[in-house]
């Protein structure tokens, strides 16, 4: 087939798939769920190893597949999305969390990630898939559990602004985490010197990270805000080039760049054309995941066994991690648990990390698998107990 063909057929693909998963999101919304999951499912039930490759037979043509140019598309989308994120963030979010808004990010990150690795080495897992699942168990989803907040009116809460706080810093903290997991996995294993390498590898993470943010805003405050956007644009990629060629992530470096443009004095701007973006691009990513699992791993036995434990372990590790610190910042039980509930829903973060080491060759797709089934159990039932008992709380509190 021409390649201009496989072009628009891919197009035409993804106008397709975005435009179910919307309508499929706006009815699950009705009633309370994430839109991740319409995305995920519409992903699932249109891939190629399912209703797709009938589909295709019936219309006799590849409209259903995975290609370059999807791929290209759906890394694209992991970079506006790191971006946004970054954008969202900025600097603001680490100094309003004071010391126990941090802590409870990186134990809340942590926890999970290191109980899930135990388990999964215990159970005859190899490090190396142990490692990037259990490393896909520690963000919490920001876009889940803001929406809830946002749907619900739970703003005024006091455990609102720790929990925003918390979810927004377990991104960074697992970004490093991530360049740690990576440097390890890629040197063999765990050694002295992989250590010391990982620790290096931190300690450029935090320079290049401070030298952005201190550089960047300036440059960009005089730039007139005609051309902001692009500029952004130019920063956005440059500093993706230059970390990926150091040995870094696409999706650290992106979400660096956010950070970055966020101190901008134009970063409003910014802000609104990214989303545009989003608006077309920022679902593609999450349903090109449920496009590339094969959907046979979801009658597997195992897949589903090993699924459920990795779920169980990350709630209650999240929630073993967050609540200390939660309850040392408000001082009230009730709000503490409430903001380890929310913490709960995994999602975009926790897919980028899937979509990694899938494409990496660091985990199988049955691995792949069961990160997926992670992020739909924990985000269902995040998701619902999290709004359950916030807004019972709400109901509670003398007006």
Not at 178 to 195: C, E, K, Q
Not at 219 to 226: A, C, I, M, T, Y
């Amino acid at each position: 087939m021409p390649a201009n063909e496989v072009i628009f057929l891919t197009l035409l693909e993804v106008s397709i798939l975005v435009l179910l998963a919307d309508l499929a999101g706006s009815v699950l919304a009705r009633y309370g769920f994430p839109r991740v999951v319409a995305e995920l499912l519409i992903g699932l039930v249109l891939s190629p190893y399912a209703l797709g490759s009938v589909l295709n037979s019936i219309l006799h043509m590849e409209l259903f597949t995975i290609n370059d140019y999807l791929l290209f598309l759906t890394n694209l989308s992991i970079i506006l999305l790191l971006f946004a994120s970054g954008l969202e963030h900025g600097l603001s979010t680490l100094r309003e969390g004071g010391i126990y808004g941090i802590l409870a990010a990186v134990f809340g990150a942590v926890t999970p990630f290191a109980l899930v690795y135990w388990s999964l080495v215990s159970v005859g897992l190899q490090p190396t898939e142990s490692a990037i699942i259990a490393l896909s168990t520690a963000p919490t989803s920001l876009a889940v559990v803001a929406g809830i907040i946002e749907r619900e009116g739970l703003t005024g809460l006091p455990s609102t602004k720790v929990l925003i706080t918390a979810a927004s810093i377990d991104d960074v903290v697992t970004l490093i985490l991530l360049s740690m997991v990576i440097t390890t996995l890629g040197a063999g294993g765990f050694t002295y010197g992989t250590l010391a390498t990982a620790v290096k590898i931190v300690i450029l993470w935090v320079l290049i990270f401070l030298l952005s943010v201190l550089l960047i805003p300036r440059v960009l405050n005089r730039v007139g805000e005609e051309v902001i956007v692009y500029a952004s644009l130019v920063v956005l990629f440059g500093i993706v080039l230059v970390m990926t060629t150091l040995g870094f992530s696409e999706v650290v470096a992106a979400f660096i760049a956010g950070v970055a443009v966020a101190e901008s004095r134009f970063s409003q701007r910014v802000r609104e054309t990214v989303n545009l973006l989003l608006a077309i691009f920022g679902s593609l990513f999450f349903i090109v995941m449920g496009l590339q699992l094969n959907f046979r791993y979801i009658l597997n036995a195992e897949v589903l066994a090993v699924a459920l434990l990795v779920s169980l372990i990350a709630v209650i590790g999240k929630v073993i991690g967050i609540y200390p610190f939660a309850y040392l910042k408000l001082r009230n039980r009730r709000d503490s648990v409430i903001v380890s509930y929310g913490m709960i829903p995994r999602g975009e973060m926790g897919l980028v990390v899937a979509s990694l080491g899938l494409s990496s060759g660091l985990i199988t797709m049955g691995d792949f698998g069961v990160i997926i089934f992670m992020v739909l159990i924990t985000t269902l039932i995040g998701a619902v107990i999290y709004r359950r008992e916030a807004c019972r709380f709400r109901s509670a509190r003398p007006s």
